[in-house]
């Protein structure tokens, strides 16, 4: 089955880094656009990145773009968001996800069909 497997979550002051991961197994990563996407407390869940399946394309949302990085590895069959600059904005339960269709990487949360766990961020001094 369908496993998204997120990881490196964790406290950062603003201005600093983090690097998430996303393992995925139980479906062909390589011939998957993906994307990442967050949900700040008290909100709705905001897509923020994703990346064609070869990677040769990557798009993100007005509110990272700059600060943020996606890519892939599709010989480890995992997924990254390096975040830079981190502001406490940022602060939120990040989450990779799988689209229904392999070529689609949307804003609509609608389009994905499974989800990891998550891996909580929080940007604070």
């Known amino acids: 089955q369908v496993q998204l497997v997120e990881s490196g979550g964790g406290l950062a002051q603003p201005g600093g880094s983090l690097r998430l991961s996303c393992a995925a197994s139980?479906?062909?990563?390589?011939?998957?656009?993906m994307s990442w996407a967050r949900q700040a407390p008290g909100k709705g869940l905001e897509w923020v990145s994703g990346i064609y399946s070869d990677g040769s394309a990557t798009y993100y949302a007005d509110s990272v773009k700059g600060r943020f990085t996606i890519s892939r590895d599709n010989a480890k069959n995992t997924l990254y968001l390096q975040m830079n600059s981190l502001k406490p904005e940022d602060t939120a339960l990040y989450y990779c996800?799988?689209?229904?269709?392999?070529?689609?990487?949307?804003?609509?949360?609608?389009?994905?069909?499974?989800w990891g766990q998550g891996t909580q961020v929080t940007v604070s001094s």
């Open positions: 996800a799988k689209p229904r269709r392999s070529f689609a990487i949307a804003t609509s949360i609608h389009e994905y069909d499974y």
């Open positions: 139980g479906f062909t990563f390589s011939s998957y656009a």
